[in-house]
T-cell receptor, first 111, second 114 residues
Framework: KAGVTQTPRYLIKTRGQQVTLSCSPI?????VSWYQQTPGQGLQFLFE???????NKGNFPGRFSGRQFSNSRSEMNVSTLELGDSALYLC??????????FGPGTRLTVL | GNSVTQMEGPVTLSEEAFLTINCTYT??????LFWYVQYPGEGLQLLLK?????DKGSNKGFEATYRKETTSFHLEKGSVQVSDSAVYFC?????????????FGKGTKLSVKP
């Protein structure tokens, strides 16, 4: 069974631009969650989608948004990029109660 | 709000040494508790979990016991190997784990020397 895949793996953008990251969950998983990982703040929950609906949301500004498609693939978008948005963005998918499977992440660098 | 506090590293041990990484939590209700491991350049892998008080999670020689009275979930391994070198994260979920919003500790970097 293929794992969670994220594309692209690396991305370089400049301040003010916007970016879209993609996540393909494990086949059959309907929940997709996104996390931001930085050296200073650690791992922080962004949002979770289940059956195309946002089910939970973390404490991030509205510049961070996401969506989920009918095939459970998910995208997250960050508009008006800031230097502080440089991070590893991790996606996780889940089917069972109590376990999330993480992808390798997308490393975003904002210059 | 809910939070996780774990000992910050780095922790450096010799091969075959005993490992303990402390983790305590603050949460309302009855959270589920997890240990995740992150190897260099990779995402997170679930190492073990416990869903109720006194449960012991175990995997690959690692174990942790959910202690509600001390709000702790310390990770232990009797004999570490070089291949255990990684960053370890303690986490909790108040919604059963599958519903996003895992809350993580800051992570503990473990280096094991031969």
């Amino acid at each position: 069974k293929a794992g969670v895949t994220q594309t692209p793996r690396y991305l370089i953008k400049t301040r003010g631009q916007q970016v879209t990251l993609s996540c393909s969950p494990i086949s059959g998983h309907r929940s997709v969650s996104w996390y931001q990982q930085t050296p200073g703040q650690g791992l922080q929950f962004l949002f979770e989608y289940f059956s195309e609906t946002q089910r939970n949301k973390g404490n991030f500004p509205g510049r961070f948004s996401g969506r989920q498609f009918s095939n459970s693939r998910s995208e997250m978008n960050v508009s008006t990029l800031e230097l502080g948005d440089s991070a590893l963005y991790l996606c996780a998918s889940s089917a069972d109660y109590n376990e999330q499977f993480f992808g390798p992440g997308t490393r975003l660098t904002v210059l | 709000g809910n939070s996780v506090t774990q000992m910050e590293g780095p922790v450096t041990l010799s091969e075959e040494a005993f490992l303990t990484i402390n983790c305590t939590y603050t949460a309302t209700g009855y959270p589920s508790l997890f240990w995740y491991v992150q190897y260099p350049g990779e995402g997170l892998q679930l190492l073990l979990k416990a869903t109720k008080a006194d449960d012991k999670g175990s995997n690959k020689g690692f174990e942790a016991t959910y202690r509600k009275e001390t709000t702790s979930f310390h990770l232990e391994k009797g004999s570490v190997q070089v291949s255990d070198s990684a960053v370890y994260f303690c986490a909790l979920s108040s919604y059963g784990g599958s519903q996003g919003n895992l809350i993580f500790g800051k992570g503990t970097k473990l280096s094991v020397k031969p």
